[in-house]
């Protein structure tokens, strides 16, 4: 694309190469699009639910990760088709406001697409299908809220939240822990939680991963734990009432730009330069005690004569501070955070009441600690594990759990899980259908039976035949109008999910069908592809 003026000098814009571009235009268009997406959703479907498997995605340089999480799988699936990249971004926005169900939205939308390709075939209008959608969305999250039970938080000592977040876990590779890490991630947003005004700062919590050791072995650390030491073997290992000065600013001399030179020509220069560099350090570390601090922590890293010169002084000092943990320090400490030495102030100081150093198992690795917080309460989940891989799932499964405690806590309405719910809403939203006299009825029974597609796949993937099992479970929730029956997954001998207290948030599912649906209309709103040719 060019631009160039005319004889009067007004713009205009030249497309290059246009008879060269790929066009597709009309249900062409709409095919090729709902097959792209589909491709993708068929990836994620047999991740879907407690007997789900996991993928193993190799990235460009090599680096494997395994993993169930329907995020972080489709963001690593390196996508290219523009409107598979939709399905992508549904994840990732389900990921974003909700944290757990990201596969699920992305095979309900699967499921919709299939439906809406049978009725583009049977020559209904995109148009017609999008507003059917859209009406049996309506329906199906009013039917949610009224199937939606409010639990106790409080009661048990929280035992309706650890059911919620072992829910969460138990699709996960750490399902045989899911009970202990579920306690963890309650403890945690309790731990930083604001019950008044039920709301949870997620960025308090913080999860450090650390190889070495078993799953079994995470635990939960109340204060901020950084993977550091002290940065002189030498320092004390405990500071108590800590004050704490935060430098983003390297503990050296101002180094030369390139374009100035130094020139040194006797050895009394050398010894004069060296003299000045010693001073320039003795000024900082002055600066930093003057200021009544006892620890420094800087995000960036001094050599071993700056290093020698804090022990003299005893100034204990940590570097390489990762900019994320300065972050959580200044928020939880109070601390200022110090661009400049001649900034330091004995206000910017952040106050705790200890900071440590600690080790963990029989590994010499020791780990820095900040405990007691001046500002607000901070914790750290440790996550062990044998491997790299290991430690990365457990902290996406972790994040999960944590998410929906956390919604929980905001709005503590649940629905059931294993596909009971969808079921509910399928059979809702058929009865619905039946009241619709013009052509979107089609349109809203689709909706229903991509609805059914979800406890079909939970079990399939169970290797039950899902025909067979669907068609009990919707038989039963009409003749009991009990809406949490659904697919027994782990063969425990009981449909009703209420009784395997499956429990997954109203928040969430509603957001899985809203977003899914939004995102299937969008699609069937494209009616004309221009591409470079190579696509
Ligand atoms: P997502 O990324 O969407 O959260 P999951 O792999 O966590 O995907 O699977 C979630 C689905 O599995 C939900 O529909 C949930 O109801 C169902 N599910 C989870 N645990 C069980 C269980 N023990 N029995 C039956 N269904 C379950
Ligand atoms: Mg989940």
Excluded at 263 to 273: G, M, P, Q, T
Excluded at 482 to 504: A, H, S
């Amino acid at each position: 694309m060019s631009l160039a003026f005319d004889d009067y000098g007004r713009p205009y814009i030249i497309l290059r190469d246009q008879g060269q571009k790929k066009r597709m235009k009309g249900l062409e268009a709409y095919k090729s699009n709902i097959l792209a997406a589909k491709a993708v959703a068929n990836t994620l479907s047999s991740s879907l639910g407690p007997k789900g498997m996991d993928k193993m995605l190799v990235s460009p340089d090599g680096d494997v990760s395994v993993t169930n999480d329907g995020a972080t799988i489709v963001e690593k699936m390196e996508i290219q088709h523009p409107t598979a990249k939709l399905l992508v971004e549904l994840s990732q926005s389900q990921d974003a406001e909700i944290g757990d169900g990201t596969t699920g939205v992305v095979v309900l939308a699967g499921k919709l697409l299939e439906q809406a390709l049978t009725l583009l075939d049977k020559g209904i209008h995109p148009l017609k299908i999008s507003d059917g959608f859209d009406r049996a969305c309506d329906v199906a999250i009013k039917h949610l809220e009224t199937i939606s039970e409010e639990i106790d938080i409080q009661a048990n000592e929280h035992e309706a939240l650890i059911q919620a977040a072992c829910t969460a876990l138990g699709s996960k590779v750490v399902s045989k822990r899911k009970r202990e890490l579920g306690k963890i991630a309650v403890t945690a947003v309790l731990d930083v939680a604001d019950l008044a005004r039920r709301d949870v700062n997620l960025d308090l919590i913080k999860i450090q991963t650390k190889t070495g050791g078993s799953v079994e072995d995470t635990r939960l650390i109340s204060g901020i734990l950084i993977d550091k030491d002290m940065s002189h073997p030498q320092m004390p290992k405990e500071v108590n009432d800590a004050r704490i000065c935060l430098l983003t600013c390297p503990f050296e001399p101002p180094k030369p730009k390139t374009k100035h030179n130094i020139n040194i020509s006797s050895a009394e220069d050398y010894k004069k330069l060296y003299q000045q560099e010693q001073q320039y350090f003795v000024d900082m570390v002055k600066l930093v005690k003057a200021s009544g601090a006892n620890i420094a922590l800087c995000q960036w890293g001094f050599d071993d004569e700056a290093n020698h010169l804090l022990l003299q002084n005893e100034l204990p000092a940590v570097r390489w501070v990762s900019g994320t943990d300065v972050e959580l320090i200044a928020m939880a400490t109070g601390a200022r955070i110090i661009p400049r030495f001649q900034e330091i102030t004995p206000e910017k100081l952040g106050k705790a009441g200890c900071v440590k150093e600690v080790q963990f198992g029989t590994s010499n690795e020791r780990m820095l600690v900040i405990e007691n917080c001046q500002c607000t309460k901070a914790v750290t989940i440790l996550i062990r594990g044998g491997s790299q891989m290991i430690v990365d799932e457990a902290k996406r499964s972790i994040h999960d759990a944590i998410c929906v405690i956390r919604n929980l806590i905001k709005d503590n309405r649940i629905v059931y899980g294993g596909g009971s719910a969808e079921l509910a809403c399928a059979i809702q939203v058929l009865q619905y259908a039946d009241e619709v006299s013009s052509v979107e009825q089609y349109a809203i029974r689709s909706f229903a039976d991509a609805l059914e597609g979800i406890p079909c796949c939970l079990a399939d993937n169970c290797g039950l035949n899902p025909i067979t099992s669907v068609a009990q479970a919707k038989s039963r929730q009409l003749k009991e109008n009990n809406p949490r029956i659904g697919i027994d997954c782990m063969e425990l001998g009981t449909t009703d999910m209420k009784e395997q207290r499956i429990y997954e948030t109203l928040s969430s599912k509603k957001q899985q069908i809203q977003l899914a649906t939004q995102v299937v209309k969008m699609i069937l709103k494209i009616d004309d592809v221009i591409a470079p040719d190579d696509y």
